[in-house]
């Protein structure tokens, strides 16, 4: 049974920083993809980064690049998201999801985790 856990969110100042994690477990990730979303309450859920599990290919949206890093550590077979320079903006429930490749649809997705800025 595939989890993704995340953790590390909560309540920063803005211009703070914090890192997200998230640990996937019930099968191996080589060679997949996982990414991270957000949703903001009232608005739809958006695409952050994503990462190839083996070749460490990333790819960012653009309004985050430069201020968010997405890194893995395949041994604990866990995807991190580092968040800079944060806005009250940034403020949603951030998920990590798993995907076949880039190009699939995300099958599996965590329970998110809340992170909120404050001004």
């Known amino acids: 049974q595939v989890q993704l856990v995340e953790s590390g969110g909560g309540l920063v100042q803005a211009g703070g920083s914090l890192t997200l994690s998230c640990a996937a477990s019930?099968?191996?990730?080589?060679?997949?993809?996982l990414g991270w979303f957000r949703q903001a309450p009232g608005k739809e859920r958006e695409f952050i980064a994503d990462?190839?599990?083996?070749?460490?290919?990333?790819y960012y949206e653009d309004s985050v690049a430069g201020r968010m890093t997405i890194s893995r550590d395949n041994v604990k077979n866990t995807v991190y998201l580092q968040m800079t320079n944060l806005s009250p903006e940034d403020t949603a429930v951030y998920y990590c999801?798993?995907?076949?490749?880039?190009?699939?649809?995300?099958?599996?997705w965590g329970q998110g985790t809340q992170v909120t800025v404050s001004s």
């Open positions: 999801a798993a995907a076949q490749t880039k190009y699939d649809e995300y099958a599996y």
């Open positions: 990462i190839n599990m083996s070749d460490c290919y990333t």
């Open positions: 019930g099968r191996t990730f080589t060679g997949n993809t």
